[in-house]
């Protein structure tokens, strides 16, 4: 079964870290591209962050510098590192795969950035 599961969410106070996980099964990971995206209240869904098959990364301008994505194919997992959190990061949190037609979506994780 394809699945995607995402951890790591919770309250963090403004200028404060977290570090999301996303463990991928029922694929063969290194063949996909990963990506996280976020949703707040109101808004469209958007992409935070993504990283090809091969490690090539990619960032919201919002994120630059304060974000970093990264992989480890030996875990079938993809990680975000987030730090500098500010209010405005505050959303749900998707982890998607993609290969060719095939894409998956995680259930999502919360983050709250709040003092």
């Known amino acids: 079964q394809e699945q995607l599961v995402e951890s790591g969410g919770g309250l963090v106070q403004p200028g404060g870290s977290l570090r999301l996980s996303c463990a991928a099964s029922?694929?063969?990971?290194?063949?996909?591209?990963m990506g996280w995206y976020r949703q707040a209240p109101g808004n469209q869904r958007e992409l935070v962050a993504g990283?090809?098959?091969?490690?090539?990364?990619t960032y919201a301008d919002s994120v630059k510098g304060r974000f970093t994505i990264s992989r480890d194919n030996a875990k079938n997992t993809v990680y975000l590192q987030m730090n500098s959190l500010k209010p405005e990061d505050t959303a749900v949190y998707y982890c998607?795969?993609?290969?060719?037609?095939?894409?998956?979506w995680g259930q999502g994780t919360q983050v709250t950035v709040s003092s």
């Open positions: 998607n795969a993609r290969r060719r037609i095939n894409t998956l």
């Open positions: 990283i090809t098959n091969y490690g090539s990364t």
């Open positions: 029922g694929i063969i990971f290194s063949m996909y591209d």
